[in-house]
Nanobody
Framework: QPQVVESGGGLVQPGGSLRLSCAVS????????IAWFRQAPGKEREGISC????????HYADSVKDRFAISRDKAKKTVYLQMNSLKPEDTAVYYC???????????????????WGNGTLVTVSS
């Protein structure tokens, strides 16, 4: 049974950085892409980043491009989301998920935002 556990959230000031982790079990990152989405209070879930299983290529929503970076450590079975230059509007619960049969570019524009874990809360505030 595939499982993911998100961690690394917290309170950070605007302009600060955080690194989120997504620890996976029950499947291999060699065969499954991993994506991140977020949900702010009262807002819809927003897909923000994805890393392809095949070649490790990375994809980002415009809202986080050039500020966030997704990466993976296959040996540790962990996917990371490095978040820099954080803004108050980045405040949300962040989730990692499996895009399934969709490639990353398709997943980002799809409405598939399935929760696999409990998420991790990121609060950007002074």
């Amino acid at each position: 049974q595939p499982q993911v556990v998100e961690s690394g959230g917290g309170l950070v000031q605007p302009g600060g950085s955080l690194r989120l982790s997504c620890a996976v079990s029950g499947f291999s990152l060699d065969y499954y892409s991993i994506a991140w989405f977020r949900q702010a209070p009262g807002k819809e879930r927003e897909g923000i980043s994805c890393i392809m299983s095949t070649d490790g290529s990375t994809h980002y929503a415009d809202s986080v491009k050039d500020r966030f970076a997704i990466s993976r450590d296959k040996a540790k079975k962990t996917v990371y989301l490095q978040m820099n230059s954080l803004k108050p509007e980045d405040t949300a619960v962040y989730y990692c998920t499996l895009p399934g049969p969709l490639d990353c570019s398709m997943w980002l524009t799809s409405k598939d935002r399935t929760k696999w874990g409990n998420g991790t809360l990121v609060t950007v505030s002074s």
